[in-house]
């Protein structure tokens, strides 16, 4: 059984910045790759970013490319994504999965967190 917690999201100006957390629990948590996803109102789901494992390997869709940043501290089971200069499209629930593989290859999330607001609005 993994189970995710979001946490840290939040109503920010445009340009403004958030830094989301992904707590994880069990023991699998630290071989699974985790994503970060979204869902905007309206709107289907997307993937944003995804680590490995390890943190060795991250990726990125292109539009948050220079701006958010993925890690992974496995010490403390926790999983981040640093939001700089956000955009008023961005605003969305913010999720983390979890999968059953160490790589963000491949298809698939078994495990998903509740998801956190942010909201980007003056």
């Known amino acids: 059984q993994l189970q995710l917690v979001e946490s840290g999201g939040g109503l920010v100006q445009p340009g403004g910045s958030l830094r989301l957390s992904c707590a994880a629990s069990g023991f699998r948590s630290r071989y699974s790759a985790i994503g970060w996803f979204r869902q905007a109102p309206g709107k289907e789901r997307e993937g944003v970013s995804c680590?490995?494992?390890?943190?060795?390997?991250?990726y990125y869709i292109d539009s948050v490319k220079g701006r958010f940043t993925i890690s992974r501290d496995n010490a403390k089971n926790t999983v981040y994504l640093q939001m700089n200069s956000l955009k008023p499209e961005e605003t969305a629930v913010y999720y983390c999965a979890a999968r059953d593989s160490r790589y963000c290859s491949g298809s698939g999330y078994g495990y998903w967190g509740q998801g956190t607001q942010v909201t980007v609005s003056s």
């Open positions: 680590i490995s494992s390890s943190g060795g390997i991250t």
